[in-house]
């Protein structure tokens, strides 16, 4: 069963404006992972954040927590032909070694 | 490095048909995960592998068999290929639980 949730499933934005993509979660967790998919290719990490952070960045990325509400942001700023890729997040289960994934954010960043 | 690596890129099988998809990583990683990911869906797990020797299901582990027989090396066999086994599997692999997965190129597999 999938627990992570990203929202919305679909967004296009004009370059150079910054994305937003949210994830909700069901159960407590140890930590929350972003990924980027590009089209056809394995995915790629990009942002691990741990359940006793609030916020990371990684360049143009920013991660928040907020495990009071189990959700997740990522921000992409200043977004690129290139951020062109779906999103997805990954929780772990605590004890459990899986990642469960959810269906993803699809970002289409026109020129 | 090549980090994660999968064999074959593309497969097309015949119902009733069997294969097996083999991943090779080398990062030294303990742990080891086969996925697959249907259209407008995230992975689902399969099957993984926490040490050489040691395999677990997953999420979706009926109609595959996974082995661990040296570290570096994860094998996925499907032994009677059926049509809702048409979808893209991947490989990844991290040095444990809590940290990054690397990801394969992945095989698309499609079953008639």
């Known amino acids: 069963s999938q627990q992570g949730e990203e929202d919305p499933q679909a967004l296009s934005i004009q370059e150079g404006e910054n994305a937003t993509m949210n994830c909700s979660y069901k159960?407590?967790?140890?930590?929350l992972q972003w990924y980027r998919q590009n089209s056809g290719r394995g995915l790629v990490h990009l942002i691990l954040?741990?359940?006793n952070e609030r916020e990371k960045h990684s360049g143009r990325l920013r991660v928040t927590l907020d495990t009071s509400k189990k959700s997740s942001s990522l921000l992409i700023t200043a977004s690129r032909a290139a951020d062109t890729a779906s999103y997805f997040c990954?929780?772990?289960?605590?004890?459990?070694?899986?990642?469960?994934w959810g269906a993803g954010t699809k970002l289409i960043i026109k020129p | 490095n090549a980090g994660v690596t999968q064999t074959p890129k593309f497969r097309v099988l015949k119902t009733g048909q069997s294969m097996t998809l083999l991943c090779a990583q080398d990062?030294?990683?303990?742990?080891m995960y086969w996925y697959r990911q249907d259209p407008g869906m995230g992975l689902r797990l399969i099957h993984y592998?926490?040490?050489?020797?040691?395999?677990a299901k997953g999420e979706v582990p009926d109609g595959y068999n996974v082995s661990r027989l040296k570290k570096q090396n994860f094998l996925l066999g499907l032994e009677s290929a059926a049509p809702s086994q048409t979808s893209v599997y991947f490989c990844?692999?991290?040095?444990?639980?809590?940290?990054?997965?690397?990801f394969g190129p992945g095989t698309r597999l499609t079953v008639t």
């Open positions: 990844a692999s991290s040095y444990g639980t809590g940290y990054e997965q690397y």
């Open positions: 990062m030294n990683h303990e742990y």
């Open positions: 592998s926490v040490g050489e020797g040691t395999t």
């Open positions: 159960t407590s967790i140890n930590n």
């Open positions: 954040i741990r359940s």
């Open positions: 990954a929780t772990d289960e605590g004890s459990n070694y899986q990642l469960i």
